[in-house]
Each structure stands twice: as structure tokens, then as C-alpha cells.
DNA sequence: TTTAATATCTATAGCCACTATAGAGTCAAG
DNA sequence: CTTGACTCTATAGTGGCTATAGATATTAAA
């Protein structure tokens, strides 16, 4: 399978299969007598795991490390676990930003009626006196 | 002022208050004869003002645009208003994306009970499993 | 068989909003 | 006069791609 038919099956573009290449998230393929990538079908595998991750928004080296882990099944998954956790924690904060940040852009658009003259919308003059 | 007090002044890096001169986000300051940048206090305002665009994650092209209308104070605000209701349609979305994230990633830390080898770890399996 | 289209290759730059570093110059206090 | 704090420019790095240029390889049609 050259580079082209994994990029299709997966639903990932070619660009992104070498960066992980490089990334070393996966292996270096093999190489046609012209130069170009041969893969078998395992990578398939290999990059639906990592699109589940990136879905997840784990970063790519918690990726390689998950990985790492996986080469040693009878390792205790706290590790994994922990990964998991974190994302969590993660997400947790970030929709808390995200709540603060929705509140406070909900309270400018209140502060303006759309058709006052710039010189007098009180978003921008919130904007100028928010005390955050 | 030279640029050490107006970054005390405005709680912000000297390094991205050059950055916001290079991006033309604040005027170019005048220099002293040994060629160090000097503001008077209205920059101290300006940068309060992009401070607080970027509390609620408007990109500094939003800020720049919201910078040019304010000065033109007769022109109609409708565009400001634009931006920031923008803003919230992005704010909503990735509130949205992020709570997807937190059911799944909670689904994984269910399917795992901490102390299993690696080999036989639900998050390891629900990840190559996922069919999202 | 020639040619044209398509696929692949590497290397490099761009995205965003900074942040960090190196190496040189400026200035004030002791 | 030296030390140290401050400032300057230029450059590279962050993450996870994406886009481009220019070269080479392969495939299909004419
Ligand atoms: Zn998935
Ligand atoms: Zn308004
Ligand atoms: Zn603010
Ligand atoms: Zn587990």
C-alpha cells in the first residue's frame, strides 16, 4: 500500500501521515525501488488509534507515550490512566474559562444595541473600563 | 516611560509589547537618543484595551479591525457588534466540543479500574475500538 | 512509444500569539 | 571605572498541522 490508499482508508491527509512519521508516532515505512512509502495494513490500525487520541485532544507525545505502554502489556495502566485523567482536569478547566469568557462576551453584546454610533457602543466602552 | 515601566504599569511582557508594535497593533514609539523606545501614558490605556480584547480571546486581527473603528466614533457600530457575537458562536462551539471531550473521556476512565496490566486496559481497548 | 496526468518525494515556510535566547549596546549608581 | 540593570535587534521555538515549490516516479491514454 503506497502512501496515497492509507491516506484515503484512514481518512487522514498525506501530509499528516509523514508528519507523524517524523513525529515518530509511527514507524518509518518502507521504501519502493523510486522512493516511495510501502506500508501493510497494521498501520491502518495504528493511525485510527492515534485519530481516536487526537479526538480526545491528547497531545502527540502523550500519544507516543500511550504507545510506548502499549509495547509493554503487562505493565500496570496507571500510567494510562493517569494520561486520561489529566485530560480531564484539562477539560474541566477549560470549560470553566470557557463559561467565564461566554458570560462576559454575553454581557457586551446586552451592553449594545447595534446601531449606536461607535463613539457611543458600550462594548467598546466596557472594553475600555473592564476591570477583569 | 521607557518600555520596563510600561510593561510593570500594564502587567504585560516587555517582549509582547514589541510584538504588539511589530503586528501594528500599538503605534511605533518614538526613541531616545540611544535608540530605546519611549511612551507617554495613552499607550498605558491602549494596551489595557487589547489586555482586555484578549481576556475574551479576540484574535489581534479582531483587535486591530475594533482598533480602526474606534477611530472613526461616527461610524455605525453594527460591526463591532458582529465580532463579538461571533466570538460567542466560537465560544459556543468549542463549549460544545469540550463537553463531547468530557463524556468521552469519562466513558474511558470508567472502562478502566486503575490497576490492570496494559494489555487487558478498557482505555486501551476503547481507544482502538472508538468508532467516532 | 510518447506524452500527459497523477502520485509521490524532500525541504521549506506559514499559521497563531507569544516566549526564549544570543549577542550587542545604553545607562545609572557606587 | 566598573558593575549591573535595562534595552536593542534578530532569530528560533512552541503544537499540530497545512501549503507550497520543485523534483522524481508511476500510470494511463493517445
Ligand atoms: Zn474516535
Ligand atoms: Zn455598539
Ligand atoms: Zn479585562
Ligand atoms: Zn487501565
Given at each position: 500500500?503506497?502512501?496515497?490508499?492509507?491516506?484515503?482508508?484512514?481518512?487522514?491527509?498525506?501530509?499528516?501521515?509523514?508528519?507523524?512519521?517524523?513525529?515518530n508516532l509511527?514507524?518509518?515505512?518502507?521504501?519502493?525501488?523510486?522512493?516511495?512509502?510501502v506500508?501493510?495494513?497494521?498501520?491502518?490500525?495504528?493511525?485510527e488509534?492515534?485519530?481516536?487520541?487526537?479526538?480526545?485532544?491528547?497531545?502527540?507525545?502523550?500519544i507516543?507515550?500511550i504507545?510506548?505502554?502499549?509495547?509493554?502489556?503487562?505493565?500496570v495502566?496507571?500510567?494510562?490512566n493517569?494520561?486520561?485523567?489529566?485530560?480531564?482536569?484539562?477539560?474541566?478547566i477549560?470549560?470553566?474559562?470557557l463559561?467565564?469568557?461566554?458570560?462576559?462576551?454575553?454581557?457586551?453584546t446586552?451592553?449594545?444595541?447595534?446601531?449606536?454610533?461607535?463613539?457611543?457602543?458600550?462594548?467598546?466602552?466596557?472594553?475600555?473600563?473592564?476591570?477583569?
Amino acid at each position: 500500500m503506497k502512501i496515497g490508499q492509507v491516506s484515503k482508508k484512514t481518512d487522514l491527509p498525506v501530509q499528516t501521515i509523514r508528519y507523524y512519521e517524523t513525529q515518530n508516532l509511527i514507524k518509518s515505512a518502507g521504501r519502493t525501488e523510486g522512493n516511495f512509502r510501502v506500508y501493510d495494513s497494521k498501520v491502518i490500525d495504528q493511525l485510527e488509534f492515534i485519530k481516536h487520541c487526537r479526538h480526545l485532544d491528547l497531545s502527540l507525545s502523550d500519544i507516543k507515550r500511550i504507545n510506548e505502554l502499549r509495547d509493554n502489556p503487562n505493565a500496570v495502566c496507571e500510567e494510562v490512566n493517569e494520561l486520561i485523567n489529566d485530560q480531564v482536569k484539562m477539560v474541566k478547566i477549560k470549560m470553566k474559562e470557557l463559561r467565564h469568557l461566554k458570560t462576559q462576551l454575553e454581557a457586551l453584546t446586552d451592553s449594545c444595541s447595534n446601531n449606536q454610533k461607535v463613539g457611543d457602543c458600550g462594548i467598546i466602552k466596557s472594553l475600555q473600563e473592564c476591570d477583569c
